[in-house]
Every structure is written in C-alpha cells, then in structure tokens.
C-alpha cells in the first residue's frame, strides 16, 4: 500500500458544482497534513494546512479523519480557475500523495 | 514577493553525461529542499538541509546524485551519469527553519534524459 494514496481522477465537472477529493495515509502517527494546488508544468503551492479541528478558507474546507486515516477537500461553486491538481501531503515527512486532477468547465 | 530561484528551467542531455542544478532560496529560509517529480506523479523529497548541514538524504540515490549547500545559502543537485529514469522535474523548496507550512517552491528544472 502506498503511504499517501490519492484518486488520480481526472473529476471533470461543471463550473458552480461541488467536489470533493480524500486523500489515505498508512502512518497512522502522522500528525498534520497539508493541500497543495499544481497548475499544469508550474510548481506545487501551498493551499491550505490541514486541522484536526477542520479548517475553512472562502470555497475550501479540508477536513482529517484520523480513525479511518484521510483527510479530505471539499470545494465549493467551482469556478475555471480551480482547475489543477491538487496533492495531499502528510508533513511529518513531507510525503506527497500523487494528485488528483479536477477540470472545471463552463 | 520574494521567490526561489532555480536555473536552468529546462535541460536536455545523453545518458552517462553529467548534469548539475543550480537553486538560491528565499532570503532567510535556512531549510532548503530538493524533490523530484516524475510525470503523472507528486514530488519525492530527495534531500533536506538546514543550513549547510544535510538533515535527510534517505531518498537520493547516492550512487548518482549528490547534493551540497557549501554556504548555508544557495544549493546545487547534480547527478552523475545520468540515465534515461532520471527525466523529470527537479523542484527546490524552502522554508523557515524547520518550518515545512511555510515551504515555498522554485520553478523546477524540467530534465529530459535522451
């Protein structure tokens, strides 16, 4: 099993949907988590960190379940410009999941 | 808005050649990372420093690569002899000390490996 393990999607889905992405990990000592956005052959950049209390900015919400070992993404009324991968990162060890695509489209 | 600084962006090369990559990280970050992304997947931590002192290695293939950060300042990776699975992307990312919330990353150096 690998220890961040990600749905590579590709999720297409229309602008002003709601999606969601989980993210496993198999370290079940892993304390804190991040979600990183990639754009297509740009670098990764930082999203958001991961709360065990949850954590919410704007559209985003991430989320950890630590009895069933992922956290998850939640993004809502979608617009094109969320389109990218998005990667789960476990930093402890700075473990990058491989990512998963989403395509927004009009 | 200060940046990581990495050259050159793009590198093609043969098999057995030697390659080397050049990062400045953001001023003040004393942690500096190297990873390598193969397409299609998330990047692989390769080498971590603080400072000039290696923190982590565990992942660079020490038989071909190696990484050094004379000065505590900027980095360079290099891999001697390239092979044809060396083709990819090489991100440099750094941070406050320790501080791996605040890792910001470089453009990366695409290599292709012919």
């Known amino acids: 099993r690998k220890e961040v393990e990600q749905d590579p999607g590709p999720f297409n889905v229309p602008e002003g949907a709601t999606v969601a992405f989980n993210c496993t990990y198999s370290?079940?000592?892993?304390?804190?988590f991040f979600w990183y956005r990639q754009d297509c052959r740009k670098e990764p950049k930082l999203l958001m960190s991961?709360?065990?209390s949850g954590n919410e900015d704007g559209r985003f919400t991430a989320q950890l379940n630590r009895a069933s070992q992922y956290i998850s993404l939640l993004i809502r009324d979608s617009k094109l410009s969320d389109s990218a991968t998005y990667l789960c990162?476990?930093?402890?060890?700075?473990?990058f999941g491989a990512g998963t695509r989403l395509t927004v489209k009009p | 808005e200060a940046e990581v600084a990495q050259s050159p962006r793009y590198k093609i090369t043969e098999k057995s050649q030697a390659v080397a990559f050049w990062c400045d990280p953001i001023?003040?970050?004393?942690?500096l990372y190297w990873y390598r992304q193969i397409l299609g997947q998330g990047p692989e931590l390769l080498v971590q420093?603080?400072?000039?002192?290696?923190?982590?290695d565990s992942q660079l293939p020490k038989d071909r690569f190696s990484a050094e950060r004379l000065k505590g300042v900027d980095s360079t990776l290099k891999i001697q002899p390239a092979e044809l699975g060396d083709s990819a992307m090489y991100l440099c990312?750094?941070?406050?000390?320790?501080?791996?919330?605040?890792?910001?990353f470089g453009p990366g150096t695409r290599l292709t490996v012919l």
């Open positions: 990312a750094s941070s406050l000390a320790g501080r791996t919330d605040t890792q910001y």
């Open positions: 370290n079940s000592a892993s304390q804190s």
């Open positions: 991961v709360y065990s």
């Open positions: 990162v476990v930093k402890d060890d700075m473990r």
């Open positions: 001023s003040g970050h004393a942690t």
């Open positions: 420093f603080q400072d000039e002192s290696v923190v982590d």
